[in-house]
């Protein structure tokens, strides 16, 4: 064999030695994840949802691949925590609020009903007050990593019944979610009643209910609620619920650092984007309300001020655990330094 033959054939030998782990590193740099949302695809969350894959799919240059099952399609909405955190999927797309029964401290990681006026004071204490350290403290010991929040800003209320004020809500019967918001509204001298949300327009038409905290001006449209409930609050006030999203920890840890930092950048950009939508369509649907006869009460802020008044005594009798005091405490703390709060 000539010198030059050798010296070929040795550079070809180097360069497949090379490729085999140039292909390798790739194969081990890949993230797939199987993640659960309980919004269906053709709602904005689904389609913002959509958007969020294929971000994070072009800024990993194809290495993260996620595999998106919609409309609680795996496991109910509020078993999708657990089916992450034990492998059946690898990460939560729904809200902390569902998990109250594990520990209440769960409803200060999804909505302190009230306690944050705008999506952006609230992520304001995730990104600056020390949020993701104080969430991860609950998330972890439940096998569970938080990477982000997208919260599309503050809910309001359907009612066949005025809600000028809280006397309205005195014996108002209304659709409630579990957790927290039942206790305050039992405390104003309402009857919440928890039920799924295809219950929620058969209950306004039979008369079960005389209201609903179902979600935001526009998704109401959607549920077809002000076609019954010709009452409601805007801008919204007494609800501002944080949808997460939060991977199993070993899943969390095995990942590059690179596919961390994306994916939370991800989620940054997906809040950003969620709030801004709904804050345009909202102010519309307010206007097309209004057109159609709907009536739009603002509350003044004397009655903004007792329903708060309600919601800190709320936080104080929900939060039993130490993990629920440390994050109201948390939560309060950066109001007062924001000045949302005396």
Request: some cysteine; aromatic content about 10%; proline content about 4%.
């Amino acid at each position: 064999m000539t010198m030059s033959v050798s010296k070929r054939l040795y550079g070809i030998g180097l360069a497949a030695v090379f490729g085999a782990l140039a292909a390798g590193a790739v194969s081990a740099a890949d993230t797939k994840l199987r993640i659960q949302t309980h919004f269906s695809p053709e709602t904005l969350s689904g389609q913002m949802a959509a958007e969020f894959i294929e971000d994070i799919s072009a800024m990993s240059n194809g290495e993260i691949k996620v595999e998106m099952f919609y409309s609680s399609a795996v496991v109910k909405s509020a078993e999708t925590f657990d089916a992450a955190a034990t492998g059946i999927l690898d990460c939560d797309m729904t809200g902390g609020a569902y998990q109250t029964g594990k520990n209440p401290a769960f409803q200060f990681a999804g909505d302190l009903l009230g306690g944050y006026q705008n999506p952006y004071q609230q992520m304001a204490w995730l990104l600056h007050g020390g949020g993701y350290d104080s969430l991860n403290g609950l998330y972890n010991a439940h096998n569970m990593e938080f990477i982000g929040w997208w919260i599309p800003g503050p809910e309001s209320l359907a009612s066949t019944k005025p809600i000028r004020s809280t006397a309205d809500f005195k014996n108002w019967k209304f659709r409630s979610p579990p957790g927290l918001e039942t206790l305050v509204f039992k405390n104003l001298g309402a009857s919440p009643i928890v039920m799924d949300f295809n219950e929620i327009f058969t209950a306004l038409e039979t008369g079960i209910i005389d209201g609903a905290d179902a979600a935001n001006l526009t998704n109401n449209v959607g549920l077809g609620l002000y076609d019954i409930a010709k009452h409601t609050n805007f801008p919204g006030f007494h609800s501002m619920p944080a949808d997460h999203l939060t991977c199993r920890k070993d899943v969390w840890d095995k990942m590059p650092a690179h596919h961390k930092a994306i994916l939370k950048v991800g989620m940054q950009a997906l809040a950003l984007r969620n709030a801004t939508a709904n804050e345009v369509k909202n102010a519309q649907t307010a206007k097309d309300l209004r057109a159609k006869g709907i009536n739009l009460y603002e509350w003044s802020p004397e009655e903004l001020a007792k329903y708060r008044a309600a919601v800190q005594k709320g936080w104080t009798d929900f939060a039993t655990t130490p993990e629920a005091k440390a994050l109201l405490k948390s939560h309060v703390a950066f109001l007062k330094q924001m000045g949302a709060m005396k």
